[in-house]
């Protein structure tokens, strides 16, 4: 019998790097079956010993919906572009819950995984992409309720619903740009912790998840407007719905605008990221 070939030994060599090189992606394909995994127990955990298990998913934006149509809706009298109220809210909550879920596992991932940094070398840019990553399980989720909402109301998917997959990406792409500066920053300044939660209800209401964008761009001054647009939310809010539902987005600009943002704030969180990422073992 012919003996079985042995694996390789890989080899990974430890060094300084400059500019591009520093960021070394390619190590993320390398160790693309320790993201798969990462992911998988993060979301293990997640329903782990819970009581109703994946209906988190569901009961979290089902309440925060019945909040907003009560004080947007009811109290404030904003308008929905037609649409009915909870679909029109609801549908913002998916793209907003994942982002959100996103940067607050992601903030604290570092320190939550201290026990592995310390001990191996992998690149640490899977920990809090991993913990991104594992929100898209609760997206899925709370999607299949609001394709039942929408049969519901006798509403049918707009034409551009196939662009749906690039806002759900344009809200990864935001939300691990932002979890790679708090888990970051995390590791040196502890109190952190006490930011994102607070960074996370004021981004809530900085968004058009209640009310349309337009009730805020047509209430500012226009030279003033794009300030708004850098908000990567008002895209991906603004496009989820528009591709889904149909509903008029104020200008096809601004989409552009939180586009460029998002990729700005991926960049630079990557960038930092990388840049401090030889002191966490000794740091966390």
């Given at each position: 019998?012919?003996?079985s070939?042995?694996?390789?030994?890989?080899?990974?060599v430890?060094?300084?790097?400059?500019?591009?090189?520093?960021?070394?992606?390619?190590?993320?394909?390398?160790?693309?079956?320790?993201?798969?995994?990462?992911?998988w127990?993060?979301i293990?955990?997640?329903?782990?010993?819970?009581?109703?298990?994946?209906?988190?998913?569901?009961?979290?934006?089902?309440?925060?919906?019945?909040?907003?149509?009560?004080?947007?809706?009811?109290?404030?009298?904003?308008?929905?572009g037609?649409?009915?109220?909870?679909?029109?809210?609801?549908?913002?909550?998916?793209?907003?819950?994942?982002?959100?879920?996103?940067?607050?596992?992601?903030?604290?991932?570092?320190?939550?995984?201290?026990?592995?940094?310390?001990?191996?070398?992998?690149?640490?840019?899977?920990?809090?992409?991993?913990?991104?990553?594992?929100?898209?399980?609760d997206?899925?989720?709370?999607?299949?309720?609001?394709?039942?909402?929408?049969?519901?109301?006798?509403?049918?998917?707009?034409?551009?619903?196939?662009?749906l997959?690039?806002?759900?990406l344009?809200?990864?792409?935001?939300?691990?740009?932002?979890?790679?500066w708090?888990?970051?920053?995390?590791v040196?300044?502890?109190?952190?912790?006490?930011?994102?939660?607070?960074?996370?209800?004021?981004?809530m209401?900085?968004?058009?998840?209640?009310?349309?964008?337009?009730?805020?761009?047509?209430?500012?001054?226009?030279?003033?407007?794009?300030?708004?647009?850098?908000?990567?939310?008002?895209?991906?809010?603004?496009?989820?719905?528009?591709?889904?539902?149909?509903?008029?987005?104020?200008?096809?600009?601004?989409?552009?605008?939180?586009?460029?943002?998002?990729?700005?704030i991926?960049l630079?969180?990557?960038?930092?990221?990388?840049?401090?990422?030889?002191?966490?073992?000794?740091?966390?």
């Open positions: 019998m012919n003996a070939p042995k694996a390789e030994a890989q080899t990974v430890i060094q300084p790097r400059s500019g591009l090189a520093a960021l070394n992606l390619r190590d993320l394909w390398n160790f693309r079956e320790l993201i798969y995994f990462l992911t127990r993060d293990k955990v997640r329903y782990k010993q819970t009581l109703l298990g994946a209906g988190w998913a569901i009961l979290q934006p089902v309440l925060q919906m019945l909040v907003f149509n009560l004080l947007f809706g009811d109290l404030a009298g904003l308008s929905s037609g649409i009915p109220r909870p679909i029109f809210t609801y549908a913002a909550l998916l793209p907003w819950n994942l982002f959100s879920t996103g940067i607050n596992d992601a903030g604290r991932s570092l320190v939550t995984n201290r026990n592995m940094i310390t001990k191996i070398y992998f690149p640490r840019l899977i920990v809090p992409l991993s913990a991104v990553l594992s929100g898209l399980v997206f899925a989720i709370a999607f299949l309720l609001l394709g039942g909402m929408m049969v519901y109301y006798g509403i049918a998917p707009a034409a551009g619903a196939a662009l997959p690039l806002y759900l344009l809200a990864l792409v935001t939300a691990i740009g932002v979890g790679l708090l888990s970051a920053l995390n040196h300044y502890r109190d952190i912790r006490y930011l994102i939660p607070f960074l996370t209800q004021f981004w209401l900085a968004s058009p998840l209640a009310y349309e964008a337009s009730e805020v761009f047509t209430r500012l001054p226009e030279a003033w407007q794009w300030l708004y647009a850098l908000n990567p939310l008002v895209g991906v809010v603004e496009g989820f719905r528009a591709a889904l539902l149909g509903t008029e987005v104020y200008s096809a600009s601004f989409i552009w605008v939180s586009v460029a943002s998002a990729l700005l991926l630079t969180g990557v960038f930092y990221f990388r840049s401090m990422e030889r002191t966490f073992a000794d740091t966390v």
